[in-house]
T-cell receptor, first 114, second 112 residues
Framework: DVKVTQSSRYLVKRTGEKVFLECVQD?????MFWYRQDPGLGLRLIYF???????EKGDIPEGYSVSREKKERFSLILESASTNQTSMYLC?????????????FGEGSRLTVL | QKEVEQNSGPLSVPEGAIASLNCTYS??????FFWYRQYSGKSPELIMF??SNGDKEDGRFTAQLNKASQYVSLLIRDSQPSDSATYLC????????????WGLGTSLAVNP
């Protein structure tokens, strides 16, 4: 079975803390994505990666960075968490060729920044 | 700004009826179109994709695409209460098909 695993389902952090969200996929997919989902705003792409050590900014990269040192792992980093980063964070992976829109999502990480 | 628009709903249909979900998109160059289902508190999951004009059927689901009108729809026949969810329309960005442009979703409620 296809699996995308996010390390933490629920996190509570304080303003200014550094936050790491980890995502691992077992499908040998080239593409990996970080989205955040907020009521009324839908899914918004933060960053994506199409290869190891490669990354591209999505629509809302400000305040975030990413790391992809291995093909199966894609990390999202909040250098200094702020309250407006309270959200549901979704990791997804997908193929480069063929059905590039077929994404597999992790269960999500709900982050609350106090 | 490339956009995908969906009626937010809620769309309410009785059990056994046909549910019709609609989506329009602004990027005329888009070639790939996807329907994802998201249950409350869960992540999106792909249920249908369509690349060519016309209809594509998969079980109780039919996706319809009209590129000239920039319109894609999802029909769910014999709707079941288990179909109650938010349905997200996504369109591959013509300039970078790794990136999907997402609609905000239509909430569907199937009433027993």
């Amino acid at each position: 079975d296809v699996k995308v695993t996010q390390s933490s389902r629920y996190l509570v952090k304080r303003t200014g803390e550094k936050v790491f969200l980890e995502c691992v996929q077992d499908m040998d997919h080239e593409n990996m994505f970080w989205y955040r989902q907020d009521p009324g705003l839908g899914l918004r792409l933060i960053y994506f990666s199409y290869d190891v050590k490669m990354k591209e900014k999505g629509d809302i990269p400000e305040g975030y960075s990413v790391s992809r040192e291995k093909k199966e792992r894609f990390s999202l980093i909040l250098e200094s968490a702020s309250t407006n980063q309270t959200s549901m964070y979704l990791c997804a992976s997908g193929l480069t060729s063929g059905d590039t829109g077929e994404l597999f999502f992790g269960e999500g990480s709900r982050l609350t920044v106090l | 700004q490339k956009e995908v628009e969906q009626n937010s709903g809620p769309l309410s249909v009785p059990e056994g009826a046909i549910a019709s979900l609609n989506c329009t998109y602004s990027d005329r160059g888009s070639q790939s179109f996807f329907w994802y289902r998201q249950y409350s508190g869960k992540s999106p999951e792909l249920i249908m994709f369509i690349y060519s004009n016309g209809d594509k059927e998969d079980g109780r689901f039919t996706a319809q695409l009209n590129k000239a009108s920039q319109y894609v729809s999802l029909l769910i026949r014999d709707s079941q209460p288990s179909d109650s969810a938010t349905y997200l329309c996504a369109v591959a960005n013509a300039g970078n098909n790794r990136k999907l442009i997402w609609g905000l979703g239509t909430s569907l409620a199937v009433n027993p």
